[in-house]
């Protein structure tokens, strides 16, 4: 079966599920997504990776990450290989030099550690035509738009209002109280202003 390769187009929050986010990858040569919901703390994971924010301890998925490395494993590849219920499932396909296995894993959980192994993340044809959807060209975006505001809250004008101090101040509270998502907000309302 011919595999698909697949990038991070963007993320935000749930509209249809409450403490979710929305996950959105697309075709690298294509014009499909699939939109996948993810939990919380996957879409912390995968945001601190794409915005390279260093953490003072290292999160779950680094931790397994160092601790595969430390055995010689690697993981080659990520296969979203199911749909079933509304529900993806993927496999994480590792190697040790010797042999390779094939690992059942959490769709959120393995794209988290694609990112930090640095290797492709794949579909099949099955599973774009199940649950992925076509863009228009008008509805493109140049880059990805990561956006992980919390549902209601305006916290996105209102850091316009505070002093580049004050919003210096922010970033360091809210990586000593590991809120990344604030965090890479925070970053970005500074990044602006330089």
């Known amino acids: ?3 698909i390769l697949l990038e991070i187009i963007g993320m935000s929050y749930s509209q ?18 699939l939109p996948i919901i993810i939990g919380g703390f996957e879409a912390q994971s995968i ?3 794409l915005e390279k924010i260093k953490t003072p301890r290292p999160l779950t998925h680094d931790l397994f990450k160092t601790f595969a490395e430390s055995f010689n494993i690697k993981l080659s590849e990520i296969i979203i290989n ?10 994480l396909v590792c190697s040790n030099g010797k042999k390779v296995i094939e690992i059942d894993s959490r769709t959120s959980d393995a794209i988290a550690l694609a990112l930090r192994f640095g290797c492709p993340v794949y579909t099949y044809e099955s599973i774009m035509i199940a649950a992925g959807m076509l863009i228009d060209d008008d509805m493109e975006t140049s880059r990805p738009e990561f956006t992980v505001e919390e ?3 305006h916290e996105e004008t209102t850091l316009a209002e505070y002093s580049l101090e004050d919003l ?18 925070v970053r970005d309302e500074i990044k602006k202003r330089n």
């Open 1 to 3: 079966m011919e595999k």
């Open 16 to 33: 249809s599920q409450s403490g979710a986010y929305a996950l959105i990858l697309g075709e690298k040569e294509g014009k499909r997504r």
């Open 47 to 49: 945001a601190i990776e």
């Open 82 to 91: 199911k749909f079933h219920e509304g529900v993806f499932y993927a496999m």
């Open 151 to 153: 549902e209601g809250s």
């Open 168 to 185: 210096k101040q922010m970033l360091k509270s809210a990586i000593e109280g590991e809120d990344y998502e604030k965090a890479s907000r």
